[in-house]
């Protein structure tokens, strides 16, 4: 079942020291500010929670794994304080998945955009289908990928994300994205997908607590200085938004 709800969905499952937080939102699972918020703040609350060892974090549906932002609320941004706090949103949710405290296992069934690469980037360990094409195609409405670009390039290097954000208009494959180290596997279906994501994390769930969350710390050792940085990125996005360049970009694509 997708979700039909505006503002978007987010559940919560715990079972056996495996906490699935699952988010959904009628258009392909993009982000509305408010979902972006609680999804933030669910990622610390579980990553405090005692009886958690390790966090799936996953979207609805079969089709789309992410598609970003809202273009809605993009399009409606007037002022630059609405504008860098629009951005902030995904600034908030990578600083989460960074702090959180648990080691995060992503599961993609499908294509992702924009932002959405941020948030696989930011997994510690990503399962994918080989339908999980990325694109960021910010370049084409006068901005830039600026919030998640250290977490991309942590995972894929410079060359990678040079590639990805300047071909803006082209998706990069599943096999693509595996061979530059976002994603750890590619299956042919879902069910397969499942199945690994299912195998891996109990086997997480399985070792000792405290290993798994140094090992978390270590993963990230050097990412210190990011509640700055994301800031400072979602403060360059926030202006260029307002850039008469990406006010008539975005007037093409509402048309």
């Not at 002022?79 to 990578?94: E, I, P, S, T, Y």
Request: charged share 25%.
């Amino acid at each position: 079942m997708t979700t039909t709800r505006q503002n978007g969905s987010l559940h919560t499952n715990i079972q056996d020291h495996i906490a699935t937080i699952e988010f959904g939102h009628p258009a392909s699972n993009s982000f509305p500010s408010e979902l972006l918020e609680r999804l933030a703040k669910e990622l610390i609350t579980v990553g405090n929670h005692a009886d958690v060892a390790i966090i799936i974090l996953k979207s609805e549906g079969k089709k789309a794994f992410c598609a970003g932002a809202s273009f809605d609320e993009l399009v409606a941004i007037s002022n630059l304080k609405d504008g860098q706090q629009f951005f902030a949103g995904f600034a908030n949710v990578l600083n989460a998945m960074r702090t959180c405290g648990k080691l995060i296992i992503g599961r993609v069934q499908g294509k992702t955009v924009g932002g959405g690469v941020g948030l696989i980037a930011a997994c510690d360990y990503v399962l994918a289908t080989e339908n999980a094409a990325i694109k960021l195609s910010e370049f084409t409405i006068g901005i830039g990928p600026f919030v998640i670009e250290p977490a991309v390039t942590r995972k894929i290097g410079i060359s990678g994300t040079s590639e990805l954000t300047l071909d803006a208009t082209n998706w990069k494959n599943a096999y693509w994205a595996k061979e530059k180290g976002l994603y750890a596997k590619v299956f042919e279906t879902i069910n397969e997908l499942d199945k690994e994501v299912e195998i891996l994390s109990e086997k997480l769930a399985s070792y000792n607590p405290i290993a798994l969350t140094e090992m978390k710390k270590a993963l990230w050792k050097g990412t210190e200085n990011w509640t700055d940085l994301l800031a400072e990125r979602a403060a360059i996005s926030g202006e260029l938004v307002l850039s008469e360049f990406t006010k008539k970009a975005l007037e093409k694509f509402k048309k």
